[in-house]
């Protein structure tokens, strides 16, 4: 057994571990909540010391706060700010309601650390109190809320650039193929004829559109309810209070929320406490975000299909061998992969759309399954993305004989020959094309409907 030290809180004493950061409380919590292993992002606890630094500095200069103390819960915020006691955040991200374990964790982590740097030792109270001192001012239910935007922020603007380098891959790849006649389909089935630039270039332009979905949403993550404390009054925290958190937090972590960036105040503190739409805005564009991703994922394997029994349109990167028992088969494993991280953002919308739903009045108690989940698809679509763009997009090769013989293979090219045939005629050469087997571009040049010229005019006119 390791050395210990003795807390008390209103509901007793406990035996704390002598080196922890961490004090009573969240031994309790830890106790309580053995539920997953997981516990809080980084971007979270980076959020919160921003936090608890604002805070100490502002409680301070308002003569609320012994300078010495505010000086030490500052140092130990920089600390954590700097990366330093990550491995102190051990509270389960399925906790007690609104976040409270996961908040007191954080106080005590600044509370003991505070304490060291004045001289005493990790338990010493007196010194720095975790709820006196490093929670001045404050409540769980205005810090958490706020931490949680700042986090997102954060990992919004590390995913919209990733956005910004799959959608400049996709680009690259429509120019690259503008001139490869395809054919197209509609409900898995043959289709007039388009470039596989064209194609690519809806590709590409989905993701632009999702990207620019998610910045416009992530917007209301601005507005803080920071200062509201316990349910939007105010109360315990001084006047003036509010204003200022949000000057200095602006100041402290404005630069890692994106360029422009500019934090605001609620226009109306209870309705921040008691609302999290803001973030069912977010998640929903990052679904919709994937549903497009899945979308593409699945056509490029599609497209890739075979080698020899399939489409073969275009190639994937080998990446790795594709089967323990069949030599030689590679898989699309890269889009398959993004494919399953886009399932999985799907369904954390799905939680974060049923604790949104789950406020009561003045506050929305769900807040940690929400953090979680939305932290969590930031952090795995982004990491998937990156994969997908470097490991998968930039090295796709189109077989462009294959794609030009599908298009004169294609029953669809009945449709270019409605102009000079009409309707009817036009679809008594598909049906013959079918039945033969002969293709309908081989029937017209033999029917004398066309030429080849004509041909090569009516396929150049799909490469608009």
């Known amino acids: 057994m390791g050395q210990t030290r003795r807390e008390k809180d209103f509901l007793g004493e406990r035996d704390v571990p002598a080196e922890a950061y961490w004090g009573i409380q969240t031994l309790r919590a830890v106790e309580n909540f053995p539920v997953s292993g997981l516990r809080a992002h980084p971007a979270f606890v980076h959020a919160m010391a921003a936090i608890k630094k604002a805070a100490a500095q502002e409680n301070a200069d308002a ?200 934090l605001r105040a609620a226009r109306n503190m209870f309705e921040a406490m008691q609302s999290n739409a803001p973030f069912a805005l977010v998640s929903g564009a990052l679904r919709a ?18 080698p020899n029994t399939g489409l073969a349109e ?41 604790a949104v739903q789950a406020g009561q009045l003045e506050l929305n108690v769900m807040m940690p399954v929400i953090n979680h989940n939305l932290l969590q698809s930031l952090e795995i679509l982004r990491n998937a993305v990156g994969a997908f763009t470097e490991r998968c997009v930039k090295g796709i090769s189109a077989d462009a004989e294959k794609c030009r013989a599908y298009a004169l293979k294609s029953s669809a090219l009945a449709t270019l020959l409605r102009p000079a045939l009409g309707y009817e005629k036009a679809a008594e050469l598909a049906r013959e094309a079918e039945r033969t087997g002969k293709s309908i571009a081989g029937l017209a040049l033999e029917k004398g409907v066309m030429t080849a010229e004509d041909l090569e005019k009516l396929l150049s006119h799909q490469k608009v």
């Not at 109360?235 to 890692?256: P, W």
Request: with cysteine; aromatic share 4%.
């Open 63 to 262: 003569g609320r706060l012994d300078p010495k103390i505010a000086a030490a819960i500052v140092r130990a915020a920089d600390e954590i700010l700097a990366g330093k006691w990550l491995d102190q955040f051990v509270v389960d991200a399925y906790q007690a309601g609104a976040g409270t374990s996961s908040h007191m964790n954080m106080n005590e982590v600044l509370a003991n650390r505070g304490a060291e740097i004045l001289g005493g030792r990790r338990g010493d109270y007196a010194l720095v109190h975790p709820n006196d001192h490093a929670n001045l001012g404050q409540s769980t239910n205005d810090v958490y809320p706020t931490a949680m935007r700042l986090a997102a922020l954060m990992l919004i603007e590390k995913l919209r650039p990733v956005l910004v380098s799959l959608h400049a891959a996709l680009e690259a790849k429509a120019a690259e193929f503008k001139d490869i006649v395809k054919s197209g389909r509609t409900h898995l089935r043959d289709a007039t004829p388009l470039t596989l630039g064209q194609e690519f270039g809806g590709y590409a332009e989905a993701v632009r559109r999702g990207e620019d979905f998610l910045r416009k949403s992530a917007e209301s993550l601005l507005d803080l309810g920071i200062g509201g404390t316990a349910v939007g009054t105010g109360v315990l925290a001084h006047a003036g209070y509010r204003e200022a958190m949000i000057r200095r937090l602006d100041a402290l972590i404005g630069s890692e929320l994106g360029p422009g960036v500019k």
């Open 289 to 306: 975000l994937a549903l497009d991703l899945i979308r593409i994922a699945n056509d490029l394997r599609l497209l890739s299909s075979g």
């Open 314 to 354: 275009i190639e994937l990167p080998a990446v790795q061998p594709g089967s323990s028992i069949m030599p030689g088969k590679t898989n699309p494993v890269i889009a398959e992969a993004l494919t399953m991280v886009c399932f999985q953002v799907a369904g954390n919308d799905l939680a974060i759309s049923l």
